[in-house]
């Protein structure tokens, strides 16, 4: 009897360990894919600012679909990259305005259907309030 009492105890700490193994792992894949995320959202930037047209509209929307295969991957910090996909939308509405094209209507109504997923405080989804909300933010220079 006793040396079953150890035995079950001996399995339920290795299954113990194993789920912690596994979740110690699945923490940090979820690092490395907030470092490389955050790193590429630095260079998507970059490029936004100081590169051409073609080359900044590729960056966002790789960028777009970088975040939301993190999004389907149900990554824990859902609320940041919803928020990025939001002011990418944006900006990508910036770039066609600026070259006349013809997908700004179309980048704003993203826009905007990405911040009534978000819920913000203000619910205030105007395509106007998103506009200065990232002029705001674009004034930061890249580094």
């Known amino acids: 009897m006793q040396g079953r009492k150890i035995g ?10 194993i789920v912690a193994c ?3 792992d699945n923490t940090y894949q979820q690092y490395k894919d907030m470092e ?3 790193y590429q959202g630095e260079a998507v930037y970059k490029a936004y600012k100081t590169s051409d047209y073609v080359a900044a509209k590729s960056a966002l929307l790789n960028y777009i679909k970088d975040l939301e295969k993190l999004i389907q991957a149900k ?3 859902q609320f940041a990259f919803q928020t990025d996909i939001l002011i990418s939308y944006v900006r990508l509405a910036k770039l066609e305005a600026l070259k006349n094209g013809a997908e700004k209507e179309f980048f ?3 826009a905007e ?14 395509s ?13 220079e890249p580094k």
């Open 75 to 77: 990554h824990p910090e």
């Open 108 to 110: 704003m109504k993203k």
């Open 22 to 24: 596994s979740s110690a």
């Open 113 to 126: 259907e990405q911040c009534s997923l978000l819920k913000p405080k203000q619910e205030n989804c105007s």
């Open 36 to 38: 490389a995320i955050a």
């Open 128 to 140: 106007e309030k998103l506009r200065e909300l990232v002029d705001k933010i674009d004034q930061v």
């Open 8 to 17: 079950s105890f001996v399995l339920i700490l290795i299954s113990l360990i």
